[in-house]
């Protein structure tokens, strides 16, 4: 069988089930593939006809008379036949089709005749004639890079970026993106995502592989209910870690859990703890729910490995600095940056008169006193200390500081830096809530991460070390 | 010494270095008493006269010719000698201050010896005249039933509410209130807020036993950094458990927490294991965040206690039900209800053929099928039935689903269940992103708090039930 490749680079695409409904995935699909820019031909099928989003509806697949190498299914499983049928007569004519989307519920998850029937002869059809088929049951497809969007998740921000992510859970996949969405500056960005639902043909394995094989990819990050393989799937996965980080949201950690994967997705989730023993085995990362998965990706894709232990702290509030500590000290990865006398005097002097320097170690209170330059220029001080290999950044917005200017600043110093040759990971948590979408957007337009608490950007810190030690220890 | 009621009732405000430019704190203040309401005599003082916001600007305390219960003060550590000169002239003449905030920093959390002499003079002056001091370096006070907030947080919601909170950091309050004010619905309610600063006069103890004892109160959170007394800080928050939940977020959890602590508030920090002993004992709840922390004074706030371990997951998708089944049976705290075979039945009615009902028990995945009806139908059977004790509830944005329609049918719902007698605790997770913040805002505005993932809304049940447990013991 060929490889995944036809899922994301078909030239033609038919979406079956077509339809001006605008609360019916027939519709979105259509929507998201405009959205995303396809552009190498998008044709709907629908018996009825007409037009939808000025597009000319065909009556199958079959009266297409243009190439088409991918066909999304959106129409209730009982026209299976039919469409089977359809996709037939397609192939004995032109025998263009490479690969099908099956986005329609109701096959072998029904765990019933009638169900899998349907999906055996829908797999049967593509496996006979060299079609890779994703699904049925599943949210489809999305390549940011390949202009391609098969879902039918409504408000995805088509941007740009290196993380991919491979699940098999649709809603979590949803989830995932929506959240993304509505990050300030209006996007994460991603490259490759894929949802395997019933996995009829292409499973977990072969998709993870193939996202992280895929060289835009500079962060995996995968949803795992559970696989009948599981040391294929996890030997798959270590492959991948080899070369670039994994990010693991492994669900069914308690029995409870692994009973309640079981009866979604019918897969055996297998014991808990050899998969975390492997995991750690092959550096690969445990994220312990969406947010942290979401966390560890953003900062994995944007910011480079620390180099070492030495982690700076430096805060304008005392309370959250203190939570940033805890959190920090709780792992032993880490010690406190023992900046050198000439580091603690240029704080001194770019810092109000009142700021705590380095009392203790590695940590400087810069106080509610500081501004946007005070800011700016105490973490410049601080990164160009050999000493200091990752910089937790925390500031709670105030009547008296320019965010915005802020971060505007440090997105100038940090490129500025960059041209010199020091880069290194900063891990800025600007709280709270709306008052810091507009510093937050410019930092994360400009490709920095923010994190909504010190704790939180202190365990996508922590991922990332686990991560360069595993690489250093694999060398 | 009175109580701290002054703080609260005080008749008539007096806002030392008032200004007009908008990034100073002594214009935010008095922007903050008016859009609180406050409407018992409010009095900008600064020696250059004219007018803020409306209001004339007086040269000095003693030359407001109205009742002065009050005095915040947002002018320089520097001043103090003059201010206290003011406030003594006035109490000579008129005798009617009883309450002093004191805003501004570059007090004894300096560390030298003009800070401490500034200090020294306040609190002397104060303690001498019976009036209430707090602070200095704090962030002030809030109080939504007596219209009151002299504090220089910008965009608080002023919406009145039974959460009180006490924090030893200004930042993790304001940090707090401004997440309260950004939530859907535009404001999480809320009865008293006090920052204690450098708890020259009134402390984190007295803050909490008055904050504790107030009617209005009906959950209380605290943000601990530590105390000389940690005895009788964890004591009187015992006493204030035994009446109303206590929810506690103590840092310095780890040694170089605690140093960091220390170093910030000069407190010792104690052992964090002999604190969390104690909190165990008392039936304080310890949150690990101040994500947790907000998301369980929300519940306490809003919704009854669980009266049994019987617990039913409704999701309408599979992977994000796992995510929750997973994380509550990490603790040992909960059953899955066992559900009548006439429940079943009537869940069986009520939701779309492909649902999956109590397989496991406990558990029904509803499908992304499921529109609005369903949830509410769904969540209305497993409510009536008596095995249920707390319902968690998942449901992913969906092209199909009405979102808000559903908010609105949940709470028209819930209220019809509770004129019956039927008042159990329901944990929403409405995932994810802008695409429900119309739900989550209706089900807010009705007083039903909605929580960011599955996980979070387990760990807020798990709080309630672990307070549950205590007052059963304890009665």
């Known amino acids: 069988?060929?490889?995944?490749?036809?899922?994301?680079?078909?030239?033609?695409?038919?979406?079956?089930?077509?339809?001006?409904?605008?609360?019916?995935?027939?519709?979105?699909?259509?929507?998201?593939?405009?959205?995303?820019?396809?552009?190498?031909?998008?044709?709907?099928?629908?018996?009825?006809?007409?037009?939808?989003?000025?597009?000319?509806?065909?009556?199958?697949?079959?009266?297409?008379?243009?190439?088409?190498?991918?066909v999304i299914i959106a129409a209730p499983a009982a026209a299976t036949p039919d469409i089977v049928a359809q996709m037939k007569r397609r192939m004995d004519e032109r025998g263009d089709l490479r690969a099908v989307v099956c986005a329609a519920a109701g096959f072998a998850e029904l765990k019933n005749a009638e169900g899998e029937g349907h999906q055996a002869l829908l797999a049967g059809f593509c496996k006979e004639n060299g079609i890779r088929l994703l699904g049925p049951n599943c949210v489809g497809v999305i390549d940011v890079n390949n202009k391609i969007d098969t879902t039918f998740i409504a408000g995805t921000a088509h941007v740009p970026g290196g993380i991919s992510f491979v699940s098999q859970s649709g809603a979590v996949g949803a989830w995932l993106l929506m959240s993304w969405a509505s990050m300030p500056a209006g996007g994460v960005g991603f490259n490759k995502f894929i949802t395997v639902g019933n996995m009829a043909d292409a499973d977990i394995i072969e998709s993870l592989a193939h996202a992280g094989a895929d060289e835009a990819t500079r962060a995996l990050g995968v949803y795992i209910e559970g696989s009948p393989e599981s040391r294929r799937l996890v030997e798959t996965a270590a492959a991948v870690a080899r070369k670039k980080p994994v990010v693991v949201l492994k669900v069914g950690r308690t029995d409870e859990g692994a009973q309640a994967a079981s009866s979604h997705t019918g897969s055996l989730a297998g014991s808990d703890a050899l998969y975390e023993g492997a995991f750690n085995q092959y550096g690969i990362v445990r994220a312990r729910n969406v947010e942290e998965l979401s966390d560890t990706l953003r900062a994995f894709d944007a910011l480079p490995l620390p180099k070492g232990d030495g982690v700076f702290i430096l805060t304008q509030a005392g309370g959250p600095g203190i939570i940033?500590?805890?959190?920090?000290?709780?792992?032993?990865?880490?010690?406190?940056?023992?900046?050198?006398?000439?580091?603690?005097?240029?704080?001194?002097?770019?810092?109000?008169?009142?700021?705590?320097?380095?009392?203790?170690?590695?940590?400087?209170?810069?106080?509610?006193?500081?501004?946007?330059?005070?800011?700016?220029?105490?973490?410049?001080?601080?990164?160009?200390?050999?000493s200091v290999h990752a910089v937790l950044f925390i500031t709670v917005a105030t009547l008296f500081l320019d965010l915005a200017g802020m971060a505007r600043g440090m997105v100038e110093m940090i490129e500025r830096l960059r041209k010199e040759g020091i880069d290194k990971p900063v891990f800025p948590a600007i709280l709270a809530g709306n008052w810091t979408q507009e510093s937050r957007g410019i930092l994360e337009k400009a490709g920095h991460p923010s994190f909504e608490s010190p704790d939180r950007a202190v365990r996508a810190l922590v991922a990332m070390r686990r991560y360069s030690l595993f690489r250093e220890r694999s060398r």
Chains 1, 2 share one sequence.
Do not use: W
């Not at 060929?2 to 899922?7: I, L, S």
């Not at 038919?14 to 593939?33: C, D, E, F, H, W």
């Not at 190498?40 to 006809?49: D, H, I, T, Y």
């Not at 580091?343 to 946007?372: M, N, V």
């Open 324 to 386: 940033c500590v805890d959190e920090l000290s709780s792992t032993n990865l880490f010690k406190p940056s023992l900046v050198s006398d000439a580091t603690k005097q240029a704080l001194k002097e770019c810092l109000p008169p009142i700021a705590s320097i380095c009392h203790p170690e590695g940590h400087a209170d810069i106080t509610a006193a500081a501004g946007a330059e005070h800011h700016v220029r105490s973490l410049e001080a601080v990164l160009r200390d050999p």
């Open 1 to 70: 069988m060929p490889d995944m490749r036809a899922f994301f680079d078909a030239k033609g695409c038919a979406v079956i089930g077509a339809s001006a409904n605008p609360t019916k995935a027939g519709r979105q699909i259509l929507a998201n593939m405009i959205a995303a820019g396809y552009d190498r031909g998008l044709f709907p099928v629908n018996a009825s006809g007409g037009e939808i989003l000025g597009l000319p509806v065909y009556a199958s697949v079959d009266a297409i008379d243009a190439p088409v190498e991918l």
